[in-house]
Nanobody, 124 residues
Framework: QVQLVESGGGLVQAGGSLRLSCAAS????????MGWFRQAPGKEREFVAA????????SYADSVKGRFTISRDNAKNTVYLQMNSLRPEDTAVYYC?????????????????WGQGTQVTVSS
């Protein structure tokens, strides 16, 4: 069983930055893609960013391109999401997820394991 634990969420003013971390259990972390999704109140969960198994390929939702950066440290079994220039519309619970393969996908069904989520609130 794989466990994913997110951290780093909190309250920040618009224009500020946060760095989310997701620590994964298991010895096969480096084999799989990792992704970040978010869900705002009353809305469906949406894709934010993904990174392939090696870290060599990344993808982003249009809404966060140029502001968010996903990265991973396979030696530490950890994936990160650096969020800059935050906006009130970025407010959501952020979830990390482990992919079913090493390819970075943007759809929920491409991910097998999910963390519990961490709240990010951006005030205006």
């Amino acid at each position: 069983q794989v466990q994913l634990v997110e951290s780093g969420g909190g309250l920040v003013q618009a224009g500020g930055s946060l760095r989310l971390s997701c620590a994964a259990s298991g010895r096969t972390f480096s084999t799989y893609a990792m992704g970040w999704f978010r869900q705002a109140p009353g809305k469906e969960r949406e894709f934010v960013a993904a990174i392939n198994w090696s870290g060599g390929r990344t993808s982003y939702a249009d809404s966060v391109k140029g502001r968010f950066t996903i990265s991973r440290d396979n030696a530490k079994n950890t994936v990160y999401l650096q969020m800059n220039s935050l906006r009130p519309e970025d407010t959501a619970v952020y979830y990390c997820a482990r992919g079913r393969t090493g390819i970075a996908g943007a759809r929920s069904f491409e991910y097998e394991y999910w963390g519990q989520g961490t709240q990010v609130t951006v005030s205006s």
